[in-house]
């Protein structure tokens, strides 16, 4: 059995995320889909996976990382940088973006009609986005600060009223698909947000805002799917065993 190949995609970039590159590459989605192995998406995507380890093996090898090491933080930690990084990145963007994109679809909306969509899966995107951190931050994101804080003070831990962080880690979890397909959406309308010939520089501005909000928003969801969520869960598991032992 290969261990490489049976490794999830997840985990991969969780360990080094320069590995992100690689499959971003081969259109491989590492974050709402991590949970995949590479055995796995090799076979449906039809790639050698000798060749991507090995492309995965040269990108880790060639020097010292520069990227952080997420996984040995403790989870406070990461919740704070999580709400303080990339939920302030969606707050911050969200609104010049909708007003780029209003302006694209008055301007050049009959040209290019696709521009409506666009800004319709948008639109979408930043109200779900907006409730779905507002869950995070009011509901699970404690919770999982409380966790941290049982384990450092050895304190016994508080039951929730959802029960298991499992619960709610699903729920979020489920949403993160959601706008993983509404920006993979948004990337084929946008021919992977390329701006047409006659592309103002609006145009151009708006396409390349909206690539940064996808890259912002595969390594947040990456950050809590492949190392907060798996994390949060084991240290509940661990802290509900010992308070039974």
């Not at 993160?176 to 946008?190: A, P, W, Y």
């Not at 890259?215 to 798996?230: A, G, S, V």
């Amino acid at each position: 059995m290969n261990t490489n190949t049976d490794k999830t995609i997840g985990s991969f970039v969780a360990t080094d995320y320069r590995t992100a590159s690689v499959f971003q590459k081969y259109g491989i989605d590492f974050c709402c889909k991590g949970g995949k192995t590479l055995a796995e998406v090799c076979q449906t995507k039809q790639l050698d996976s000798k060749e991507l380890l090995n492309e995965l093996t040269s990108i880790t090898q060639a020097g010292n990382s520069l990227a952080t090491n997420f996984t040995n933080w403790p989870l406070d930690l990461l919740v704070n940088y999580i709400q303080k990084i990339h939920h302030t990145y969606v707050v911050n963007n969200t609104e010049p973006l909708i007003q780029f994109l209003n302006k694209l679809c008055k301007v050049h909306g009959s040209n290019h009609p696709e521009l409506f969509e666009i800004n319709e899966q948008f639109m979408a995107a930043a109200g779900e986005l907006a409730a779905h951190m507002k869950k995070e931050e009011l509901i699970l994101f404690p919770y999982v600060q409380k966790l941290q804080a049982a384990k450092e003070s050895n304190r016994s831990l508080e039951q929730a009223g959802f029960g298991s962080v499992q619960n709610p880690i699903q729920v979020m979890m489920n949403e993160h698909e959601v706008e993983g397909d509404r920006f993979r959406k948004i990337s084929e309308l946008s021919s992977n947000y390329t701006p047409p010939a006659d592309g103002c520089t609006t145009y151009r501005v708006a396409y390349a805002m909206l690539k940064e909000f996808e890259q912002d928003l595969h390594l947040h969801i990456h950050l809590e799917n492949n190392i907060l969520f798996p994390k949060a869960i084991e240290l509940e598991k661990s802290l509900q065993h010992e308070a039974v032992s």
